[in-house]
């Protein structure tokens, strides 16, 4: 009999979404910006300038952000366990029924119901109410300082990869050069954090390449418009 093995990912998702979203941020933003900028005709001195101002920016945003959506959430979910764990101990009775509520709802008779809350909570009741009424299966253990800084030089590394381009592509091909460069690098990026979280591949690679694409043509629309009528 073959034995059975699904490998789940889903709990690897967490950082993984976290540094993928972090490095795509870069990319996609630093680009643009550099594209915007290239395209309004900016000495390479400046286009520079404004893309390490750009890549310190984005990080700092992205550890501010991320620093206190960590922190509330953890804050938020903190406060759901406390209150549930003084319910259960000022009225056992009531945290029963509800329970039962919950499963009879979900397409258990009644009276079985009534027994899957009374097994469930006798071997851990705090969990039972966690998992299905606040519907916290894990709780959150991420460091927000650790996912700041994470975010934060995740963010940097994506934006050094356009940067780099502006850096060294020759002037007339500076434009094309940060796009197809920042494309690749998110292609490549999309494909790997698919690959990694068993998801499809080319859509995955597709899909954050189309994006980036639009984000991109966006601003040198944007940037060759205030050339024609700043310049
Ligand atoms: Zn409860």
Redesign the pocket.
């Known amino acids: 009999m073959a034995k059975h093995r699904e490998a789940h990912r889903t709990q690897r998702i967490g950082w993984l979404r976290a540094a993928v979203l972090g490095a795509n941020d870069g990319i996609v933003s630093t680009g643009s910006l550099l594209i915007g900028v290239a395209a309004a005709q900016t000495t390479h001195d400046q286009i520079l300038v404004t893309g390490v101002a750009g890549l310190v920016a984005g990080s700092m945003s992205m550890a501010a952000g991320e620093y206190v959506s960590v922190a509330s959430q953890k804050d938020t979910q903190q406060a759901d366990i406390a209150r549930?764990r003084e319910?259960?101990a000022s009225d056992p009775e009531h945290?029963h029924e509800?329970?039962a509520g919950i499963y009879a709802r979900r397409g258990l008779e009644r009276g079985l119901a009534r027994e899957v809350a009374v097994q469930l909570m006798k071997k851990d009741a705090l969990g039972a109410?966690m998992r299905d009424?606040l519907g916290i299966s894990e709780t959150v253990t991420a460091n927000p300082l650790q996912a700041a800084l994470t975010s934060a030089a995740t963010f940097a590394a994506g934006a050094a990869l356009p940067l780099a381009a502006a850096a060294f592509a020759p002037a007339e091909l500076r434009v094309g050069a940060i796009a197809v460069c920042s494309l690749l690098f998110l292609g490549t990026l999309g494909g790997i954090s698919a690959r990694t979280g068993g998801a499809p591949t080319l859509t995955a690679a597709l899909r954050v390449t189309v994006w980036g694409a639009v984000a991109m043509a966006f601003t040198a629309l944007v940037g060759s418009l205030l050339r024609v009528n700043l310049g």
């Open positions: 549930e319910e259960l945290e509800e329970l109410h009424e």
